[in-house]
Nanobody, 121 residues
Framework: QVQLVESGGGLVQAGGSLRLSCAAS????????MGWFRQAPGKEREFVAA????????YYADSVKGRFTISRDNAKNTVYLQMRSLNPEDKATYYC??????????????WGQGTQVTVSS
């Protein structure tokens, strides 16, 4: 089992920045690809970003490309999502996810409980 705990959400003005963190415990963190997803009220959960176990490969949804950056620190068992130039459409609950392979990160084995991000206009 892998336990994932997100933090860093909150209220920010449009144009502002936030950094989300996801702390992992349980199994060897560096064995897992990690991802971030989000779900806005009334909408389905959607992929935001993913990073391979080594950090050498990253992937982004078109809607966040150039604004969000995913990174990881395997020594700290933590994955981050740096979000810049936030706009009201980014308002959602953000979820961290883990999967043994980057190729199936869109259907991850493990989910965190989520952290709320609100962007005021």
């Amino acid at each position: 089992q892998v336990q994932l705990v997100e933090s860093g959400g909150g209220l920010v003005q449009a144009g502002g920045s936030l950094r989300l963190s996801c702390a992992a415990s349980g199994r060897t963190f560096s064995n897992y690809a990690m991802g971030w997803f989000r779900q806005a009220p009334g909408k389905e959960r959607e992929f935001v970003a993913a990073i391979s176990w080594s950090g050498g490969s990253t992937y982004y949804a078109d809607s966040v490309k150039g604004r969000f950056t995913i990174s990881r620190d395997n020594a700290k068992n933590t994955v981050y999502l740096q979000m810049r130039s936030l706009n009201p459409e980014d308002k959602a609950t953000y979820y961290c996810a883990a999967d043994p392979t980057i190729h199936s990160i869109v259907l991850p084995d493990y989910w965190g409980q989520g952290t709320q991000v609100t962007v005021s206009s």
